[in-house]
């Protein structure tokens, strides 16, 4: 089939109908940011922040449009001067030609959506279902249960977790026995912490997320819960990209058009370092 030229309206379209902004929270802000409907969109760089060295890539590349994960304006704003960073981001890319959109917890409840991706990466066989089903559609929903292809102690599920996901400054943390075998396993790109509950009550063997705090981690394991993997943030969220990219240039190219996209390489994960690495005494 002949390819045909393509606006950023027919590539919105294509990402809406992929992750329906109405399965957003009630708090967030997905959708398009900046950018005219109207534009030539055939470079599409995914990436989890909408931060500057995002931005570097985007208009080094010359995309047209940026999907991140995370909203730019999550609460709003009444201004989009560039004395912020924020502001900054909106006039750059503007001045360089490209659009910003917005996919969050409407791609964390898809199906398959960033759970899908994560669980995936970390080595998840088989058939996934959602760790806290949606009331609308249980077969979309928050997190993933899957299986391992075989169990294993839950020192070697963190290590094929760790090769698994992308390297960031800090490793993942581990609570329970390392030697504990664990087969089903529960995952939640992003924060998870308020599933540790639901997690514990799907009698998995061990729950992977991020941002894990010291209390809730500290009584779910006094109360005999799963074992627990602590990833970065950023790390659990970055599998989904490449996963994003490819349903969006199939969708696209089952109606004759073709767009290039690609994942963004920044690691853009807030924790740069560990005293490790910037103690002189280790080298």
Not at 224 to 235: I, R
Request: net charge negative; aromatic share 4%.
């Amino acid at each position: 089939m002949e390819s045909i030229s393509c606006t950023l309206a027919e590539v919105v379209e294509c990402l809406e109908a992929l992750y329906d902004p109405s399965w957003a929270e009630s708090w967030d802000a997905v959708g398009l940011v900046c950018g005219d409907p109207e534009q030539a969109a055939r470079k599409v760089l995914f990436a989890v922040d909408p931060v500057a060295v995002v931005v570097d890539e985007a208009l080094g590349w010359g995309a047209d449009l940026v999907v991140t994960h995370h909203p730019l304006y999550l609460r709003g704003t009444t201004s989009v001067a560039a004395t912020t960073f924020k502001g900054r981001v909106v006039h750059r890319l503007i001045r360089g030609g490209a659009a910003l959109y917005a996919a969050h917890t409407n791609a964390d409840v898809a199906d398959p959506g960033v759970s899908d991706a994560l669980a995936r990466a970390v080595g998840l066989t088989g058939d996934l279902r959602p760790l806290q089903p949606s009331a609308a559609d249980p077969r979309r929903g928050l997190g993933r249960i899957g299986d391992l292809p075989a169990p294993m102690p839950l020192r070697e599920f963190a290590a094929l977790a760790a090769s698994g996901l992308p390297r960031t400054a800090g490793p993942l943390r581990v609570a329970g026995d390392p030697g504990r075998p664990v087969r089903t396993v529960a995952v939640c790109g992003g924060a998870g912490d308020s599933l540790l509950g639901t997690a514990r009550a799907a009698g998995v063997d061990v729950f992977l997320t991020a941002d894990l705090r010291h209390h809730p981690a500290s009584e779910h394991m006094e109360a005999d819960g799963p074992a627990l993997v602590d990833a970065s943030h950023w790390a659990t969220e970055w599998p989904w990209l490449a996963d994003a990219a490819r349903r969006l240039t199939s969708a696209l190219a089952a109606r004759g058009i073709t767009v290039e996209a690609r994942v963004s390489d920044a690691v853009t994960d807030a924790w740069t370092a560990t005293t490790t690495d910037l103690d002189p005494r280790a080298s």
